[in-house]
């Protein structure tokens, strides 16, 4: 297995561009989400899926959107970049346990700088 | 507010000695704990989690963690650092209303040869 894989890897914008993040697991995890990470700050949730159809809103979604037409699939779109979104990006998979969601796995991550 | 407090950015401590990243927590209910490592230029991988039974849970790489209910907190442990586990440690917690992680905000572990 894959894991959770993260394209690109790295990526500079101006601000006001639009972009997709592109995130796909081959695990068959129902539970999909991203994360953006800034020092000082850990990891915060931006948008989640519990399921193919189904998204959700986490702590900081302004600016960012999502969907979920496939279990594999989970892209984030920046429909027009700030300075404000550079960071580091994670997508995130799991599966549904009896007590929740429990354990996460990670995809390596993206950079993203905007001028 | 469910919460985690990692109050420590950075710990030091010297290959072979015993370490300790602390941390507390604040939830309504029973607490699932978790700890996950980030080396540099990775993502973030499970470590260890607490969800019942035994305070003492152990984790991969020789890593533990103790659970304290009445101090509320979650510290990891090893008994022996290597260099090798200098990274980024962050503790979370399981929002029992939302099913969601919440993250602390990480500790960087160093440790000197």
């Known amino acids: 297995n894959a894991g959770v894989t993260q394209t690109p890897k790295f990526q500079v914008l101006k601000t006001g561009q639009s972009m997709t993040l592109q995130c796909a697991q081959d695990?068959?995890?129902?539970?999909m989400s991203w994360y953006r990470q800034d020092p000082g700050m850990g990891l915060r949730l931006i948008h989640y899926?519990?399921?193919?159809?189904?998204?959700d809103q986490g702590e900081v979604p302004n600016g960012y959107n999502v969907s979920r037409s496939t279990t594999e699939d989970f892209p984030l779109r920046l429909l027009s970049a700030a300075p404000s979104q550079t960071s580091v990006y994670f997508c995130?998979?799991?599966?549904?346990?009896?007590?929740?969601?429990?354990?996460?796995?990670f995809g390596p991550g993206t950079r993203l700088l905007v001028l | 507010a469910q919460s985690v407090a990692q109050p420590e950015d950075q710990v030091n401590v010297a290959e072979g000695n015993p370490l300790t990243v602390k941390c507390t927590y604040s939830?309504?209910?029973?607490?699932?704990l978790f700890w996950y490592v980030q080396y540099p230029n990775r993502g973030l991988q499970f470590l260890l989690k607490?969800?019942?039974?035994?305070?003492l849970v152990k984790g991969s790489y020789g890593f533990e963690a103790e659970f304290n209910k009445s101090q509320t907190s979650f510290h990891l442990k090893k008994p022996s650092a290597l260099v090798s586990d200098s990274a980024l440690y962050f503790c979370a917690v399981r929002d029992s209303n939302t099913d969601k992680l919440i993250f602390g905000t990480g500790t960087r572990l160093q440790v000197f040869p």
């Open positions: 695990m068959n995890h129902e539970y």
């Open positions: 607490y969800i019942t039974g035994d305070n």
């Open positions: 939830v309504s209910g029973n607490p699932y």
């Open positions: 899926s519990v399921g193919a159809g189904i998204t």
């Open positions: 995130a998979s799991s599966y549904p346990t009896g007590e929740g969601w429990e354990t996460q796995y």
